[in-house]
């Protein structure tokens, strides 16, 4: 039976269970049974299985923002910032990595997805994108137009994703994704991270000076 933090318990439980059956094959009973409660315990929470993943969703944007708020803030020059900025999308912390696997297999299955939880995750990229132009404007000699920037960013967080994706989450099976927790630190242990993270801002301050 459940006692302090319900609400807790059951996102963290509901998050073990989506990320072992699926997405989509998991249902609030399947949930329920895993922590052993009635089903009635689960709906004072969440009305529906779709609003217990809007909560995940909106923390971890709630987490990314306060990120990015305080590396705006810091005494980082504009490459420090930059290089932070691509690390924080590959080091996860531990309390946060089963929602970021959750929103990985999400984002694959956006057609399958309900309009409010699409737009949730559209919101997670809009921030991101919103964050490093603030890192770019800010870079000696920078004068391109505020559509210039626009198709530059998209550009640069394109890059950032499908490498991310590449990386860290792509399986050659028929599973695709990883999500499995113990597997992905494996993959990020067999990364030499910072090397690779370095070669990467080179090449978008490159793109971003016309190579100077």
Same mark, same amino acid.
């Given at each position: 039976?459940?006692?302090?933090? %319900? %609400?807790?318990?059951?996102?963290?439980?509901?998050?073990?269970?989506?990320?072992?059956?699926?997405?989509?094959?998991?249902?609030?009973?399947? @949930?329920?049974?895993?922590? $052993?409660?009635?089903?009635?315990?689960?709906?004072?929470? /969440? %009305?529906?299985?779709?609003? !217990?993943?809007?909560?995940?969703?909106?923390?971890?944007?709630?987490?990314?923002?306060?990120?990015?708020?305080?590396?705006?803030?810091?005494?980082?020059?504009?490459?420090?910032?930059?290089?932070? /900025?691509?690390?924080?999308?590959?080091?996860?912390?531990?309390?946060? !990595? %089963?929602?970021?696997?959750?929103?990985?297999?999400?984002?694959?299955?956006?057609?399958?997805?309900?309009?409010?939880?699409?737009?949730?995750?559209?919101?997670?990229?809009?921030?991101?994108?919103?964050?490093?132009?603030?890192?770019?404007?800010? @870079?000696?000699?920078?004068?391109?137009?505020?559509?210039?920037?626009?198709?530059? @960013?998209?550009?640069?967080?394109?890059?950032?994703?499908?490498?991310?994706?590449?990386?860290? /989450?792509?399986?050659?099976?028929?599973?695709? /994704?990883?999500?499995?927790?113990?597997?992905?630190?494996?993959?990020?242990?067999?990364?030499?991270?910072?090397?690779?993270?370095? !070669?990467?801002?080179?090449?978008?301050?490159?793109?971003?000076?016309? $190579?100077?």
């Amino acid at each position: 039976m459940l006692k302090e933090g %319900k %609400k807790e318990q059951i996102l963290e439980a509901a998050k073990d269970v989506l990320l072992k059956k699926g997405i989509f094959k998991t249902r609030v009973e399947d @949930i329920t049974t895993y922590l $052993g409660i009635a089903k009635g315990s689960f709906y004072t929470y /969440f %009305k529906s299985k779709d609003q !217990l993943l809007e909560e995940i969703i909106d923390r971890v944007y709630e987490i990314r923002e306060t990120e990015l708020e305080e590396l705006l803030k810091s005494d980082s020059n504009y490459e420090e910032r930059i290089k932070i /900025f691509i690390i924080k999308r590959f080091v996860i912390s531990s309390d946060n !990595l %089963k929602s970021h696997l959750i929103l990985i297999n999400l984002t694959r299955n956006l057609e399958h997805l309900t309009p409010v939880l699409r737009e949730k995750l559209l919101q997670i990229e809009i921030l991101n994108r919103k964050f490093l132009k603030e890192i770019i404007k800010n @870079i000696p000699n920078i004068n391109y137009s505020e559509d210039e920037m626009n198709t530059i @960013i998209i550009f640069i967080m394109g890059g950032i994703k499908s490498y991310r994706l590449e990386r860290l /989450f792509y399986k050659n099976t028929d599973d695709y /994704f990883i999500s499995d927790i113990d597997e992905f630190r494996e993959r990020l242990r067999n990364i030499n991270l910072e090397k690779e993270v370095e !070669l990467v801002v080179s090449g978008i301050l490159k793109l971003l000076t016309g $190579g100077n």
